[in-house]
């Protein structure tokens, strides 16, 4: 089976890492779509300018989690093209 997800944001990779504890076959196949090349815990952003959080701990490449889920980084034309009806 092979399953989508399109975003790489809280929602999507939170969806994906679920989905992949749920699938009973390793064979199966997660893929997250995403514009950018990276997850950023957007919560965190507000203590950045007060030196209270570091810029490492509130970014995640995406590849990071490659052992879980596969991800696959597009342009934003690509998702607009996809939203053609």
Not at 16 to 33: G, Q, S
Not at 56 to 64: D, F, I, Y
Request: proline share 5%.
């Amino acid at each position: 089976m092979r399953i989508v997800v399109i975003g790489s944001g809280f929602g999507g990779v939170n969806a994906a890492v679920e989905i992949r504890k749920k699938l009973k076959e390793p064979k199966d196949e997660i893929i997250v779509i995403s514009d950018i090349a990276q997850f950023v815990f957007r919560p965190s952003l507000i203590w950045l300018p007060f030196h209270k959080q570091k810029l490492k701990k509130v970014n995640q490449l995406l590849s990071a989690l490659r052992r879980i889920i596969r991800t696959q980084v597009l342009p934003m034309s690509f998702y607009l093209s996809c939203l053609r009806i």
